[in-house]
């Protein structure tokens, strides 16, 4: 089914060690709080799964989706916000759930849509972390991977919608998103 994975770059006891670090730092930079857990769609859906169950603090969770229209292989600053958050997010503590932060128009455009609704604080958790792309200076304040310029799929990203469901990560062998 991925015979077309050209390298496998995590598998899934890294990327399961990353999820139990970043809950373990929430759990602590949290404890006593009710943060309101927004995760990026579509991406972000395996990667908020796996986080949550590893929280033992309350939280809240919440979906927004943004398009972002450029040309095929950068995203650009015109960010449109395609599902909104539910949540009334006034005076909450945020954390908002991205699989991947490439130039960052997205998380940035994100981040200033969620400040208008006056949150109490905004913070960004990112799986990964490509700070090679960034356009907009955006960094995350939880990163699994720090990874290079290469086009990755699997546990939530896609290739045209394919590859979400792989369990591990990797580089498939069409790399035109690049
Ligand atoms: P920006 O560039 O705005 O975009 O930070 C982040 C969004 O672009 C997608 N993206 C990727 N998707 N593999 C993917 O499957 C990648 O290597 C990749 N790099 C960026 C992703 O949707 C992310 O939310
Ligand atoms: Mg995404």
């Not at 077309?4 to 809950?23: G, P, T």
């Not at 943060?35 to 799964?49: D, E, N, Q, T, Y």
């Not at 006034?90 to 997205?106: K, M, Q």
């Amino acid at each position: 089914m991925y015979e077309d994975i050209e390298e496998i770059l995590f598998n899934e006891e890294e990327i399961s060690r990353a999820a139990d670090e970043i809950a373990f730092r929430i759990n602590r930079d949290y404890e006593g709080k009710h943060p309101v857990i927004i995760g990026v769609l579509k991406g972000s859906f395996i990667f908020l799964a796996d986080l949550v169950r590893r929280l033992d603090i309350d939280f809240t969770v919440d979906f927004i989706k943004a398009s972002s229209y450029g040309d095929k292989t950068r995203s650009s600053g015109n960010v449109d916000i395609t599902y909104h958050i539910s949540a009334d997010i006034r005076n909450r503590d945020v954390i908002v759930v991205e699989d991947i932060l490439d130039t960052g128009y997205t998380l940035s455009y994100i981040t200033e849509y969620l400040r208008g609704f006056s949150p109490h604080s905004i913070r960004i958790c990112t799986l990964f972390d490509k700070p090679g792309r960034r356009v907009v200076p955006i960094k995350p304040d939880y990163t699994g991977f720090v990874t290079d310029d290469l086009f990755i799929v699997g546990y939530g990203l896609d290739y045209n919608e394919k590859y979400r469901g792989m369990p591990c990560v990797g580089v498939p062998k069409t790399q035109s998103k690049k």
